[in-house]
Structures are given as structure tokens and as C-alpha cells.
């Protein structure tokens, strides 16, 4: 009896052995592979299984609008089109949940005083439009989440690729679920959407390709205006560390110049008002409402957001997982290209600065930033052997 456990532990071992040896040749294949149908599994589930919030009936009319349509027209399209889409108790959920769910549902009004919040995201918007031109409109919304979700999964390759770190894509894998790709990629929410743009920007960065930089991180801002505030920290960083990137100048310029005109034409109601009914209270109309600024209710929403960030979210444990990563490798004598450090400091400061003109504590809102962070760590790490064998 103790021969065969003997044989079976050699047998063991030695399957071990191969199996490692195996990894270690071909590392490179079985990461890209992982990684690519990973991305496959994510964007099918996107398109086929998607996430309908109450946030689609103000998508949906915001890219239906056209000059002089009426508010009644626009409620109609928007809750008819769910309606023939979804099953009998979704719909019954997004429009009799609560109080601002029945009252949006009853008048076409006090929606349309909503849409302000969903038309400054211009370029998504715009796109879920032209989309609708082929297509159902919801349909457009589930093929724009698939594409978003296959262009950052495609991204991540070429990235990892470029770097010659495909064999550390289960990390990658990783990153990409504790910043809830899958859910944000699931979302009818420009989320995903604007992520594609920025990380791909961020990449043309770290090439120093400035045109496509400044292209792709202005139409990230398009997509998602708060974009600003990173790429105007990523401008300051770049100018601090004697890397300047007129591409990001461009984006940052861009995006001050069109602010305002973006802002106006979609009715916005303005950030106290914003940030009011996105922390204290969803009011049912923001006709005539304009409660005045308080820095004391700030401060309070600040704490609020913070303490739900820390408790309910992801996105703070993946900076602290990263910045250790990035402390064991200075420990280790890795180098990081200038730009490299740019974009991870830029990511601790641009989500600190986002947070504090708007706190906003969901995974989602930090999505592009935190997979851009660790990219640049994975792809740091993958330097690691080759530093190590040297000294």
C-alpha cells in the first residue's frame, strides 16, 4: 500500500511538473486566451442579458429628442419602448417602486425636467440616436454596452501585448472583475461607453501617439463630461514630471471650451442642484427647485459618500491593492517610464479631485481609472523577472 501511495505522489508530482512546464512555454497563449474569451463571456451577457435601470427612460428620450418635440412625445416613446421590451413585472418595478417612480411615470412634464442629467452625455446619447436609425432602440443601448465591453477587453490585450506581459493576463482578469466590468458592461449607462474612449486615450498617452491622445480622451469627456477633472489633474501631472503632452492640453482645452455650450444646450440644472438630488433627495420635478448651497449639507455628502465607498464598493480596495503593488515594486528596483508614474499619480489625485467637486462612492464612476491603474502595474510587473535576474 505504501508503494502505490509512493507511485501515485511520484505521478503527482511529476503531472505537477508538466503542467507547470507547460504554463511557463506557452503562458503568453493560454493569457491571451483567457483574457479574450473572458471579454467574449462579458460582452455576450452584456447584450444578451442587460441591466434595465430607470435611467434608460431618460437615455432613451434624450437620444429620441429632436428641436420643438413636446414632452409628451418623449415620455410616450421612452416608457412604450421599455414597456414592449421588458417583462410586465420590471416594468411595474421602474414605474411604481416609489414615489419619483409613479410621479415620472404620470407626468410627462416632470420627466422632462430630468433629461437635463442624461443630455450632457452628449456623445453617448448621440450615438444610442444614429444607432436607432438601424435598429431598435433598446437594441442600439445592448449593442453599444457589448461593443464598449469588447473594445476594453480588446484594449487590455493589445496593452498587455504591447508590453510583453500577456502571461500575467489572469491578473488583468482580475483587476477588471473587482472594478465590476461585467455589471458596468451589463448597465445601459455611458459607463463602459466612455471607459473605451479614455483607457484607449490613456494608452496613446503612455506612446506618446499626442493626436490620437487628445482625440480619444476629449471624446471620452463627450461621452461622460466628468471625464474633466482626470484629464485636467493628468495635464498638471504631466506639466509637474517634465512630460508634457500637448495631446492632453488639447483634451483639457477642448473639453473647458465645450463645457459650457454642452451643459446649456442639455438644459443642466447646474452641479449644487445635481449634487443635492443625487445625495439628499430625489425630488420628483426640478421645476422652480433650487435649494441654496450649504457647505455644512457638503460636508455631510462628502462623509456619506465616503463611508458608502469604503463599506458598499469595490474601488477603494483596488487602489490600495495597487498602491502596495506599486510599493513592492520599488522595493524591487523596478523601473517605471515617466509617463507610467504620471498615470498613477494622476489616478490617485484625478479620483481624489473627482471626488471632491462631486462625490460619487458606485464602482462604475471610477471604472476607466482604476483598469488603467492596474495595467500599468501589471504591465510594470511583468519587468520583474528580468530585473531580478540581473542583480
Known sequence: MNGLVSIVDRMALAGGERAIRVWSSQAARFGLAALALFTLAVAVVAYLFPITNWDIFAYLASAYETPGMNAEALHRHAYETVRNSVTDGRFTVLTEDREYRIRQYADPQAFATMLGFYKVKWLYTASIGWLSELTEPLNAIRLISALSAAAIGGLSIVWLWRERALHLAPLAIAALMLANFGEIARLGTPDAFSAAFFLTGILAFLRKSEIAAGVLLFLAFLARPDHAAYIGVLLAVSLLLRSFSWGVLAAFAGAVIAYVPITQA??????????????????????????????????????????????????????????????????????????????????????????????????????????????????????????????
Request: glycine fraction near 6%; hydrophobic fraction near 55%.
Open 266 to 391: 442639455a438644459g443642466h440644472p447646474g452641479w449644487w442642484i445635481h449634487m443635492w438630488f443625487t445625495h439628499i433627495e430625489f425630488v420628483e420635478s426640478l421645476e422652480g427647485f433650487d435649494p441654496p448651497f450649504s457647505l455644512l449639507v457638503y460636508g455631510r455628502i462628502v462623509v456619506q459618500a465616503l463611508a458608502r465607498s469604503f463599506i458598499e464598493n469595490q474601488w477603494p480596495a483596488v487602489l490600495v491593492v495597487g498602491c502596495a503593488g506599486w510599493w513592492l515594486l520599488s522595493r524591487n528596483r523596478v523601473e517605471l517610464a515617466r509617463r507610467e508614474v504620471i498615470i498613477l499619480v494622476t489616478t490617485l489625485l484625478g479620483i481624489a479631485a473627482k471626488f471632491a467637486v462631486f462625490p460619487l462612492y458606485e464602482t462604475r464612476f471610477h471604472f476607466a481609472y482604476l483598469v488603467a491603474f492596474s495595467l500599468v502595474l501589471i504591465a510594470a510587473l511583468a519587468r520583474l523577472p528580468k530585473r531580478c535576474a540581473t542583480v
